[in-house]
């Protein structure tokens, strides 16, 4: 199937959701993997937060193209073992281009700025600074930006398409995983022997910043114990609506 290159200009809708054959070994994800770095190029990057799925997608991409740009936004307060996993990562992939995106405030600007506990009192605004402007900042340039969001994660993530047109950073989403389980996420990684956050065998499904991530001893939710004391599941990256 020829799909020309898709802009948030000219985006009309997903042409492969129901075009693609997800009966392959990785759902569809290698081919729209394939399809955007051949269409985009240096035009597409990957935001990564190192999570379980972003090991799948570092995986597939490698194999596309060894030297993609990818880009953590470090908020200054990710766990240690985090940090870790990136040093991991760039050892074993060592071509790719892994760039480490900071906020514009330090986080001792943030709190003479605003409040010295900012993410409790005010986690919306707390995750505009230190990850949503910084990807504003990175998509300025860019056409499109990979994304590992799985339909089967959270209410607010089961309608996304391989394709997507991105409201809030005016650009194209690609989200090669859509299809895939936790337990597929977590085959794929132990049967091919890929690096992932020792975290994640201490009871933390998802990762996140230090403050708003806590392990998660009975729930099936992989969004469990990320800002578990507030009716928020989401850091804003992938909704619409700016704070």
């Known amino acids: 199937m020829s799909v020309d290159k898709i802009t948030?200009?000219?985006?009309?809708?997903?042409?492969?959701?129901?075009?693609?054959?997800?009966?392959?070994?990785t759902k569809g994800a290698y081919q729209i993997l394939n399809w955007a770095y051949k269409t985009y190029g240096d035009d597409i990057v990957y935001s990564c937060s190192f999570g379980a799925e972003s090991?799948?997608?570092?995986?597939?991409?490698?194999?596309?193209?060894?030297?993609?740009?990818?880009?953590f936004l470090d908020t200054d307060l990710h766990f240690q073992e985090t940090y870790d996993l990136i040093d991991r990562v760039r050892d074993k992939y060592p071509q790719l281009r892994i760039k480490m995106k900071k906020p514009e405030l330090t986080i001792e600007e943030q709190a003479e700025k605003y409040n010295p506990a900012l993410w409790k009192n005010n986690p919306n605004q707390c995750c505009y600074i230190r990850k949503i402007k910084p990807l504003e900042e990175v998509l300025s340039g860019a056409v499109a930006w990979v994304s590992g969001l799985r339909r089967a994660q959270s209410p607010i993530r089961a309608n996304t398409d391989f394709i997507n047109k991105d409201?809030?950073?005016?650009?194209?989403?690609?989200?090669?995983?859509?299809?895939?389980?936790?337990?597929?996420?977590?085959?794929y990684i132990k049967s091919n022997d890929l690096p992932y956050n020792e975290l994640h065998?201490?009871?933390?499904?998802?990762i996140g910043c230090i403050p708003c991530t806590a392990p998660v001893f009975d729930s099936n939710d992989s969004r469990a114990g990320r800002w578990s004391n507030f009716e928020k599941t989401e850091c804003g990256l992938h909704v619409a609506d700016k704070p």
Request: proline share 6%.
């Open 167 to 187: 409201e809030r950073f005016k650009s194209v989403k690609v989200c090669p995983l859509i299809y895939w389980t936790e337990d597929e996420v977590w085959d």
């Open 55 to 71: 090991m799948v997608l570092i995986d597939l991409i490698s194999q596309i193209k060894p030297d993609a740009q990818i880009v």
């Open 8 to 25: 948030y200009q000219s985006f009309t809708g997903d042409p492969f959701i129901n075009a693609i054959n997800t009966d392959d070994e």
């Open 201 to 206: 065998d201490q009871h933390y499904p998802s």
